[in-house]
């Protein structure tokens, strides 16, 4: 009944900047933690930026100081900023979530991804 519905993918020159979405649906108590995966071709699946009850853990080496992770608890939204955008940037995009739902279980849920071209 949780359901993660990504926004904000598409194509974007070098140097230019995204902010993705990741909008959690469904039988809700909390959002524990959440984070953002990327995948590129040929690469495996790898972790962009990771936050803890509003504590940012970790950040890719390669995305320090470009990227930004947030969240709007009462939108049960979580956001990825995304500056000074390289074409090594270009991935597929997931968000993902350790979500408490209304009947206590806390389980970990994944978005459908989102496309990001870094491109000129």
């Known amino acids: 009944q949780v359901q993660l519905v990504e926004s904000g993918g598409g194509l974007v020159q070098p140097g230019g900047s995204l902010r993705l979405s990741c909008a959690a649906s469904?039988?809700?108590?909390?959002?524990?933690?959440m984070g953002w995966y990327r995948q590129a071709p040929g690469k495996e699946r790898e972790l962009v930026a990771h936050m803890i009850s509003g504590a940012i853990t970790n950040y890719a080496e390669s995305v320090k100081g470009r990227f930004t992770i947030s969240r709007d608890n009462a939108k049960n939204t979580g956001f990825l900023h995304m500056n000074s955008l390289k074409p090594e940037d270009t991935a597929v995009y997931y968000c993902n979530a350790d979500i408490r739902t209304r009947d206590n279980w806390l389980r970990n849920y994944w978005g459908q991804g989102t496309q990001v071209t870094v491109s000129s």
């Open positions: 469904g039988s809700i108590f909390s959002i524990n933690t």
